[in-house]
């Protein structure tokens, strides 16, 4: 399948392959770049490397073959970890622990809350969008996913049982419906009880796999991001954080833009800053409300988990 494109003024200087997986962000990088180096790719007529740096108004040229396809099988060695909080027959409700990633990709095939549901619930495999390029043989690789957290991100999320409630609720998502809370741990003390960051976010031109913010108004993805301070310890401030939008990573990204990363948070935080031994990401999805097909609201909670209670109560308050 051969596909053109070309690139925008914000993505000017942008490698090859960074500018590609922007594109086919459902495909990992290394695929990409796979097929790159089979040829498969050429700037202005000319097959290019990889590490190419683009310019405004290049003409990419692109030769997509999907990888081989990853077969979902059930995997019942997550139903120790992850909690059910409520289901019925539309939606189900689970509290995801960290470290576990809600779908699979080449590089983790099997693990995921996918998996698991698949174990469980097994004819969900035909609920949700069909994937990249077709897939007769059901949904894809998120069957009922309508929202994701980050494999390090716990708490609570919402999964589709239906086709109906699947196309409700992405709707839902995607009108910004939802209401969603996290609670988050963050390196220092804003000057402020409360905030909002408003700020665009992109994907960044050498690493695909994280985005910056931005004081542009024209380039990125407007993304908006409310917070309101908790708790203050010597060093570190506890957080309630609304995002008004989903962008990938946002409240992290955000966060990190205004001077307080997510504690733990090894691609967008400051490490030596990190309380000791608190091992794993602060961030927690904590609260989520939305209104059924049939006009009902939902609201669900999850508590925060049992390593982050012992991290707290390892940090000396703030004396004002």
């Given at each position: 399948m051969v596909k053109k494109h070309t690139v925008a003024k914000e993505y000017a200087g942008t490698r090859l392959d960074?500018?590609?997986?922007?594109?086919?962000?459902?495909?990992?990088?290394?695929?990409?770049?796979?097929?790159?180096?089979?040829?498969?790719a050429s700037v202005n007529n000319k097959n290019s490397p990889a590490s190419k740096r683009l310019a405004a108004s290049d003409a990419v040229r692109f030769e997509f073959e999907p990888p081989p396809e990853i077969s979902l099988e059930p995997d019942k060695s997550l139903s120790d970890k992850i909690r059910v909080v409520f289901e019925n027959d539309d939606f189900l409700i689970i509290d995801k622990p960290s470290g576990i990633s809600v779908h699979p990709s080449s590089s983790e095939p099997a693990g995921t809350v996918v998996n698991w549901l698949l174990h469980h619930y097994p004819p969900i495999k035909s609920v949700g969008d069909p994937a990249p390029f077709g897939n007769p043989k059901g949904a894809g690789l998120r069957p009922g996913i309508v929202h994701r957290l980050d494999k390090d991100t716990s708490g609570v999320m919402v999964i589709a049982k239906n086709q109906k409630t699947f196309l409700w609720l992405k709707k839902q998502f995607?009108?910004?419906?939802?209401?969603?809370?996290?609670?988050?741990?963050?390196?220092?003390?804003?000057?402020?009880?409360?905030?909002?960051?408003?700020?665009n976010i992109i994907r960044s031109k050498t690493?695909?796999?994280?985005?910056?913010?931005?004081?542009?108004?024209t380039t990125g993805r407007?993304?908006?991001?409310?917070?309101?301070?908790?708790?203050?310890?010597?060093?570190?401030?506890?957080?309630?954080?609304?995002?008004?939008?989903?962008?990938?990573?946002?409240?992290?990204?955000?966060?990190?833009?205004?001077?307080?990363?997510?504690?733990?948070?090894?691609?967008?935080?400051?490490?030596?800053?990190?309380?000791?031994?608190?091992?794993?990401?602060?961030l927690h999805a904590q609260y989520l409300s939305f209104n059924s097909p049939g006009g009902e609201k939902f609201s669900f909670n999850a508590p925060l988990p049992e390593e982050l209670e012992q991290a707290l109560q390892n940090l000396p308050f703030m004396i004002k």
């Open positions: 960074v500018f590609l997986h922007s594109r086919y962000s459902d495909f990992s990088r290394s695929w990409i770049q796979k097929l790159i180096k089979k040829g498969k995607q009108s910004r419906l939802v209401i969603k809370k996290y609670i988050a741990l963050v390196n220092g003390s804003p000057k402020s009880e409360n905030g909002k960051i408003e700020l690493d695909p796999t994280k985005n910056i913010a931005l004081k542009s108004k407007p993304a908006l991001t409310y917070w309101l301070v908790i708790r203050r310890y010597v060093d570190h401030t506890l957080m309630e954080v609304t995002p008004k939008t989903g962008r990938k990573h946002q409240i992290r990204v955000h966060l990190k833009a205004a001077g307080f990363p997510v504690c733990g948070d090894k691609k967008y935080g400051s490490p030596r800053l990190d309380p000791k031994h608190l091992g794993r990401m602060f």
